[in-house]
């Protein structure tokens, strides 16, 4: 069956039909494919700009108002879900308290540093301080 979708694909291309070799071969696109959505997809997400010799660099990026969430389920969960190494624990008072103490800013410190067993931003190195701070914001326990 292979052998025949390769010969598929390969007679479709010197027909020039290029896009059913893609699809033959790519399978069902999901994304479309409108000359907008590539532009989107493709777009820069951020610029830099010199100003006076003093080069800054200016991200766009925009977080969700769930990126803190998002970021403890995808990558901070494996160890703050039961406590591994020391971490403490999702929401538990215990855990938190006594790192509550120095606040967000000095817990936000501690991560972008590692401290114990955590290494650097937890391993999310591609992670911005403000999303750290609202992962952070997000498993110490919650004002009733």
Not at 104 to 114: S, V
Request: glycine residues 10%.
């Amino acid at each position: 069956m292979r052998k025949i979708l390769t010969l598929l694909v390969h007679c479709a291309m010197l027909l020039g039909i290029p896009s059913l070799s893609i699809a033959a071969s790519c399978g069902q696109l999901t994304e479309p494919m409108t000359k907008e959505a590539i532009f989107e997809r493709i777009k820069p997400v951020g610029s830099v700009e010199s100003e006076g010799g003093v080069v800054a660099a200016a991200v766009t990026t925009e977080l969700s108002e769930t990126a803190g969430e998002d970021r403890y389920k995808s990558t901070c969960a494996v160890c703050h879900a039961t406590g591994v190494g020391g971490a403490p624990k999702f929401r538990n008072e215990a855990d938190w308290k006594p790192r509550m103490d120095v606040g967000i800013d000095g817990m936000l410190a501690i991560a972008i540093k590692g401290k114990g067993s955590m290494p650097p931003k937890g391993t999310c190195m591609q992670c911005s301080d403000k999303e750290l701070r609202m992962t952070i914001e997000y498993m110490i326990p919650q004002k009733k």
